[in-house]
């Protein structure tokens, strides 16, 4: 898994979105983002030293163009996922609270004397006691009182953004959420001097009329089902309210959400049972190495993708196809 983070350095822009669907491990990686980079305190202002949680990884070894960056930044991590609400008050509220607990992780830096004029402000923040153009910005706010202690500009990570928007499309009020979520991003990612890089994940591109403007692109994928082959384009720009409007939208949606991960694994979980390795099994009884080649070699073709390139892929590969 530490190869993301490999990869994040080697390709990162000022803002880096991880598009996958649901299930796929964004999260954990926002948790490994952070400890990675993050300059940790405890409530005290005292330095937390993450760096045994890297122990045996490769990240260790890759050198100092990628160790020279662990332990050095303010880090910001918020998670959108309590955004999912019947309304968009109660949304409101579940992220307004997520962004006080953010303010309340760093509640040590108002000890610093440079941020005297901001406490109160930023108080009212933490306490949830502050109005709603408070939070429109409060993460360019927040990241700004980070630089003022520690003297580097911050990281923020952004987990499960179209979460809230997804919901907020199915409940009918999304208007209020996009206008909310763009104002929060706006300040934050783009007008924001005190940023670092930022890291966002979510199931869906962040298209030029939800947040902002230049992150266009068209891609074309095959997909297997049932062994015949689907060519659509992938339009990763839509947003929620155009998936309804042609059939395309809708595929992308489907895709980028999940559905065709969850159909294709209940399909092929069907096809394995079919498989008959009866000759496989017989190879390894008689410790026949060139057949056990052929029958896994084969298997191989039939079954895994450009996806499938890690080690750990084979080990549950093999304990698949040797049950006990």
Same mark, same amino acid.
């Given at each position: 898994?530490?190869?993301?983070? =490999? ?5 990162? #822009? ?10 796929? !491990?964004?999260?954990?990686? *926002?948790? %490994? ?9 405890? @409530?005290?202002?005292?330095?937390? &030293? ?5 122990? !045996?990884?490769?990240?260790? =070894? ?7 960056? %662990? ?22 509220? %579940? *992220?307004?609270? $997520? ?5 309340? @992780?760093?509640?040590?830096?108002? $000890? ?24 429109? &910005? ?8 980070? $630089? ?13 953004? &179209? ?8 409940? #009918? ?68 309210? /155009? ?10 949606? %489907?895709?980028?959400? #999940? ?22 099994? =017989? ?10 080649? /052929? ?6 073709? /039939? ?22």
């Amino acid at each position: 898994m530490d190869h993301k983070l =490999q990869e994040l350095l080697d390709q990162k #822009g000022e803002v880096n979105l991880f598009t996958r669907p649901r299930r796929f !491990g964004k999260t954990l990686n *926002m948790s %490994m983002f952070q400890y990675f980079f993050e300059d940790a305190r405890d @409530r005290n202002g005292n330095i937390i &030293d993450h760096r045994y949680l890297f122990d !045996g990884l490769h990240i260790m =070894q890759a050198g100092e163009k990628y160790l020279s960056h %662990m332990g050095q930044y303010p880090v910001i991590n918020l998670s959108l996922k309590s955004g999912k609400q019947p309304d968009f008050e109660m949304a409101y509220t %579940m *992220m307004r609270r $997520q962004i006080a607990a953010e303010y309340a @992780r760093h509640a040590f830096i108002l $000890q610093h004397q440079n941020l005297s004029e901001q406490k109160k402000r930023y108080l009212t923040i933490m306490r949830e006691t502050a109005g709603r153009s408070e939070y429109n &910005d409060s993460l360019q706010f927040l990241s700004q009182c980070l $630089q003022a202690y520690y003297g580097r500009k911050a990281i923020i990570l952004i987990d499960e953004y &179209d979460v809230p928007l997804e919901n907020a499309f199915i409940r #009918g009020f999304y208007d209020e959420m996009i206008d909310f979520i763009r104002t929060l991003f706006e300040s934050a990612l783009k007008t924001n001097s005190s940023l670092a890089f930022a890291v966002i994940t979510g199931c869906l591109r962040i298209s030029k009329e939800s947040i902002f403007t230049g992150l266009n692109n068209l891609k074309i994928i095959s997909t297997l089902i049932e062994g015949k082959t689907l060519i659509k384009p992938i339009h990763e720009d839509i947003t929620y309210d /155009e998936v309804y409007q042609t059939m395309d939208n809708l595929w992308n949606f %489907m895709f980028f959400t #999940g559905y065709f991960r969850r159909k294709i694994f209940s399909w092929f979980e069907e096809k394995v049972k079919e498989k008959d390795r009866t000759r496989l099994f =017989q190879a390894v009884a008689e410790c026949d190495a060139e057949t056990m080649e /052929e029958e896994i070699t084969q298997m191989l073709l /039939e079954t895994i993708s450009f996806n499938d390139a890690y080690e750990s892929f084979y080990h549950g590969f093999l304990a698949g196809i040797f049950p006990v």
